[in-house]
């Protein structure tokens, strides 16, 4: 079973940075597409970012492409989400997530099967 840990979540003041990692451990990390999400009390999780499995391919929400940026480093099991230029609305709890599956770029939560337990990212204005 892979085994998903992020870090890197924080305070910061709108128009800041942040870089979000995801540790993975379990299985052979660059086997997997990654995809990161976030989610606010009482909303459904919302896709955020996705790469596949050589880091050749990425795809992101509209809400923040042009500010953030997905990675992976796969020597080191990591995925990465470089956020730039917050704003208040990118208040979430950021989850990073792991899928097996074929050669797309999956948007849906429910495509993805293992979880980190995610990181609270607050944007203040």
């Known amino acids: 079973q892979v085994q998903l840990v992020e870090s890197g979540g924080g305070l910061v003041q709108a128009g800041g940075s942040l870089r979000l990692s995801c540790a993975a451990s379990?299985?052979?990390?660059?086997?997997?597409?990654m995809g990161w999400f976030r989610q606010v009390p009482g909303k459904e999780r919302e896709f955020v970012a996705v790469?596949?499995?050589?880091?050749?391919?990425?795809y992101y929400a509209d809400s923040v492409k042009g500010r953030f940026t997905i990675s992976r480093m796969n020597a080191k099991n990591t995925v990465y989400l470089q956020m730039n230029s917050l704003e208040p609305e990118d208040t979430a709890v950021y989850y990073c997530?792991?899928?097996?599956?074929?050669?797309?770029?999956?948007?849906?939560?429910?495509?993805?099967?293992?979880w980190g337990q995610g990181t609270q990212v607050t944007v203040s204005s």
């Open positions: 997530a792991a899928d097996d599956g074929g050669n797309g770029l999956p948007r849906r939560s429910n495509e993805y099967e293992y």
């Open positions: 379990g299985r052979t990390f660059s086997d997997y597409t």
């Open positions: 790469i596949n499995w050589s880091g050749s391919r990425t």
